[in-house]
């Protein structure tokens, strides 16, 4: 499959935001920042290879597991993007 453009919903935003807010009070900036960095790479992998993440049966998305740290991303395929719908912790309940 070709690579696909990147959509980000506004809840996959503040998801980000509540990530680095968490991190920068308990963790640092360098934490915060090592954390960002994986995540953005693991977007960046389901723009090249869309296809990479788990397909749910329970719900109408992929999951793609960030490898370093304990979030997962929630993303739909469209013909054209990658729809990125949240960053999850992976202790988090995932919305149906």
């Known amino acids: 499959m070709k690579k696909k453009r990147l959509e980000y919903l506004a809840s996959a935003r503040r998801d980000l935001r509540r990530i ?3 991190y920068i009070e308990i963790a640092g900036a360098t934490v915060t920042a090592k954390i ?3 995540i953005g790479n693991a977007i960046l992998q389901i723009a090249e290879q869309p296809e990479i993440g788990r397909k749910l049966e329970t719900a109408p998305y992929r999951q793609f597991v960030v490898s370093q740290y304990p979030f997962v991303i929630l993303y739909r395929l469209t013909p054209t993007a990658a729809r990125i719908i949240r960053v999850l912790h992976q202790a988090q309940k995932k919305p149906h």
């Open 20 to 22: 680095a807010d968490y």
């Open 36 to 38: 960002g960095s994986e």
